[in-house]
């Protein structure tokens, strides 16, 4: 059974950084297209950043240039490292995974295969 397990979110205050990591069970992330998305209660989860099996990567507008999206083929984890953290970066942030590395960044939701069960980042002012 596919496993992504999320780790490193936290409290930090407004222009901090944090990594992200996503390990990753039952599931080649080389292989494999990745992303880190977030969602706010009540509102849609939105794409932040994807890799692709290749190593090409995409960013979303609201990270681009803070946020950096990596992967430990060794240790089959995903990582998502933030940096001049803000406010309204504050979400729960999901990985997901796509086997058959077709998805983008705005590939919906549902066509993504496996999803973490999430990890908070909360951003104080």
Known sequence: R?????????????GGSLRLSCEASELTASTSTMGWFRQVSGNEREGLAVIDADGY???????KGRFTISRDN????LYLEMNNLKPEDTAM???A???SD??????PQFQWDY???????????
């Open 2 to 14: 596919v496993n992504l397990v999320e780790r490193g979110g936290g409290s930090v205050q407004a």
């Open 74 to 77: 060794a240790k089959n984890t």
């Open 97 to 99: 995974a796509d086997p």
């Open 57 to 63: 990567t995409t960013y979303g507008d609201s990270v």
């Open 93 to 95: 942030y999901y990985c």
């Open 115 to 125: 999803w973490g069960q999430g990890t908070q980042v909360t951003v104080s002012s």
């Open 102 to 107: 077709v998805a983008t960044l705005y590939t």
